[in-house]
């Protein structure tokens, strides 16, 4: 989804063409959208939260004297910028970020070599994920146990457990160099034997009850494989308590750390998605998924209406305390407040989709600027509703009698990429809110 920086709601060229078109008056319009803003916005100005640049779109940066600098894959791909973001995250650490296009040569003069990197606030630039990682846990003592020998012995056997295969940051260890994927059997094993290590001490974490620079290591990956395989062999699961019990309970106990669920961890639509991109990864092929796409579908609807339990809302509450008062009060509210900053760039987006046809556009005749502005803001306004986040399901959500939120809603789910563009928990209310029955088919 295209993002913009966070301004002010102004008269735009969709407002002004509204007018023209008599579907949408400025004035109301501009009082609606700063109503819903003023609803979902956080407590803490907006010019405390961390500074995140898209390198395509920015200047060269100046760089904090104070705190460091990620560079990191733009769209939430790496797998090895998310280990140096999750320990970031996870220690609670103030840091900026930029992220960088590492495809196409699309990195910026002032940045050379690979994803990730951190510029430190000494002027010292570092790279290496796991060399970045131990660095953050001496300097900040974060408990990530980096001088353990054990620690770093599971972390030496990820390369021995791990397939050799072709490398990509979309789709990493599947595929072998002539696009095919690997077989069903090599994928297993590598699953029995990280089950196998989870299984050597007591607790659910790869070093016991404590989560460490090993779990990090390995967490990406596993991240991958545990939605990617589904659809590549029908019905290997990682996290299927009956095959991998120990893989299953890591899973679990990973989800329940706020800062991985909250904005690092990416979700199964997404890295479905993802895997079904021509890249360098599958030989520029897009892979061909196996035949239970409707299973897939189905646990992906399955997980995000878990995703927004009462457990969820208590980890955002925790992620948010953690010195991120930049955020929304709730998840639901932070999805509100996402289409708010980036609403003029969301209208672009659904016209150029809605030109090529798009079925959730067309369907309902969204393809007029100031009809999509309406629905978008119809949508913003059930995500921003306290009601909602009492009990969020398809009972509590009430649309208009035209569905053309609903629409914008199946829209963006479509659209979005987590955690480019959010983190796994607030997607999953718009997930929830873009599989809703209209009232009137109920």
């Known amino acids: 989804m295209p993002s913009t920086s966070a ?16 579907t949408l008056d400025l004035v109301s319009a501009f009082s609606a959208w700063s109503d819903v803003e003023a609803r979902v916005s956080p407590h803490s100005p907006q010019d405390e939260a961390p500074v995140s640049i898209d390198s395509v779109l920015a200047s060269t940066p100046s760089f904090s004297s104070t705190k460091p600098t990620l560079f990191r894959e733009r769209h939430g791909w790496c797998p090895y910028s998310e280990r140096v973001w999750l320990t970031l995250d996870y220690g609670g650490i103030e840091y900026d970020e930029i992220r960088i296009d590492n495809t196409g040569g699309g990195q910026p003069s002032y940045f050379s070599g690979q994803t990730p990197q951190l510029h430190w606030p000494d002027g010292k630039t570092q ?59 090599t994928f297993e094993q590598t699953l029995q034997k990280a089950n196998e290590l989870l299984g050597k001490t007591d607790g659910n974490f790869f070093c016991g009850d404590d989560f460490t620079a090993a779990d990090i290591a390995w967490a990406p ?24 019990f120990h ?42 998924l196996n035949g239970n796409i409707d299973t ?62 798009n079925e959730h556009l067309a369907d309902l005749g969204l393809d007029e600027a100031a009809i999509i502005d309406s629905a978008l803001l119809e949508l913003a306004e059930a995500l921003a509703n306290d009601d909602l986040d009492k009990e969020f399901d398809e009972k509590s959500i009430k649309f208009e009698s035209d569905s053309a939120a609903a629409a914008m809603a199946r829209f963006l ?10 983190g796994a928990i607030p997607a999953a209310y718009l997930k929830v809110l873009a599989n809703t029955k209209k009232a009137d088919d109920e």
């Open 247 to 288: 893989l299953s309970d890591w899973y679990t106990a990973m989800e329940l750390l706020p800062a991985y669920a909250c904005r690092v961890q990416g979700d199964a639509a997404s890295w479905r998605k993802v895997l079904n991109m021509a890249g360098f990864g599958n030989a520029g092929v897009p892979a061909e």
């Open 296 to 357: 897939l579908l189905q646990t992906e609807d399955r997980l995000a209406r878990e995703a927004t339990r009462n457990t969820a809302k208590v980890m955002w509450k925790r992620y948010r305390e953690g010195g991120r008062d930049y955020l929304a009060d709730t998840p639901s509210k932070e999805v509100a407040l996402t289409i708010v900053r980036n609403r003029e760039a969301i209208v672009a987006d659904a016209l150029k989709q809605a030109g090529r046809g």
């Open 413 to 422: 789910d479509d659209r979005i990429c987590v955690p480019r563009d959010m």
């Open 7 to 22: 301004t002010p709601w102004r008269p735009t060229a969709t407002a002004v063409a509204a007018l023209f078109l008599g």
């Open 127 to 185: 790279g290496e994920s796991m060399d970045l990682v131990y660095a953050l846990d001496q300097k900040y003592n974060l408990g990530l146990k980096s001088d353990d020998e054990y620690v770093r012995e599971c972390v030496r056997e990820f390369s021995n457990i791990f397939p050799r295969a072709r490398p990509s940051s979309r789709a990493a260890y599947l595929f072998q160099y002539n696009g095919e994927p690997l077989s069903r059997q």
């Open 221 to 244: 990956f596993l991240e991958r494989y545990r939605f990617q395989l589904p659809c590549l062999h029908e019905n290997l699961y990682p996290d299927d308590v009956f095959s991998y």
